[in-house]
């Protein structure tokens, strides 16, 4: 499979072109890969290239990720983990990832020959927190959206990370107020202007996340004109990560993360061609 590796304004990224090639403009389709495993835009297209779908897949690096680590090592990103999990780490990675799309997005529209108009977007873990960022702040038109293991409410997040701190996380006013912001069940009134949204929950993710993610369909089903534009989809011996660790470089495939990729790629398909 052909790989494009480039940089949009700023912003890493591995590209894959439509199946069956590129003969003109094709849908695009931009994600954000997770921090655990594959915790880099390259091995996330690894873990998650839905191969058969007839558009551009674009995947971008997030902060301090892939090509922007820090002399090469996760170090850096560990050492803000531990100075605060929320307001140090998590909520400024989803909120720069957020801010760097318009312009990563104008800049890929004239690197690839990609239509215009609304893209779908897809998001894993923080990923998925920057995929709902971008949905609530609709200044780019969203066509479709996907989620995989997301981070819906970043207060389920926190204490993850209390592993990496060496305790328990210190909740203050401006964190509960950052937490709040990031809670896209609370907001799910600022999440109906998407035409569709599939929502893939490994069941063995985290409790809280799958609660979350469990939450937050039920909530926009409610709200959807038509609620079978909210999915879930559960996918059986599916933790958190999608890749073995360290995950920063294409790996083989996981049977576990074949099965969403099949899911995506079906999803994807279906939305596209309708």
Request: proline share 9%.
């Amino acid at each position: 499979m052909e790989t494009i590796t480039g940089t949009a304004a700023g912003v890493p990224y591995t590209a894959l072109p439509p199946d069956g090639g590129v003969d003109a403009p094709a849908p695009l389709i931009v994600t954000w890969h997770m921090l655990d495993a594959p915790r880099t835009d390259a091995a996330f297209a690894a873990a998650l290239p839905m191969a058969a779908v007839p558009a551009w897949r674009v995947h971008l690096g997030m902060p301090m990720c892939g090509a922007r680590m820090v002399d090469g090592r996760v170090d850096a990103v560990l050492e803000l983990a531990r100075q605060d999990a929320l307001l140090a780490f998590l909520a400024p990675f989803a909120q720069q990832a957020a801010d760097e799309f318009p312009a990563a997005l104008a800049a890929l529209r004239d690197q690839l020959p990609v239509e215009e108009g609304p893209v779908s977007i897809l998001g894993a873990s923080l990923g998925g927190t920057v995929a709902l960022q971008v949905l609530c702040a609709e200044s780019i038109p969203i066509r479709h959206v996907a989620l995989v293991n997301p981070a819906v409410r970043i207060r389920s997040v926190v204490p993850l990370t209390e592993g990496i701190a060496g305790h328990p996380y210190e909740w203050t006013a401006e964190a509960e107020r950052v937490a709040d912001r990031l809670d896209f069940v609370a907001r799910a009134a600022e999440l109906t202007v998407a035409p569709a949204l599939l929502v893939i929950s490994g069941e063995e993710d985290h409790p809280d996340l799958r609660a979350d993610a469990a939450a937050l369909v039920d909530t926009l089903q409610h709200r959807y004109a038509q609620p079978d534009n909210a999915e879930l989809v559960s996918v059986p011996n599916l933790a958190h990560p999608l890749a073995d660790e360290p995950g920063l470089e294409p790996a083989p495939q996981r049977l576990e993360a074949k099965a969403v990729d099949d899911i995506l790629t079906q999803w994807f398909r279906r939305q596209l061609i309708s």
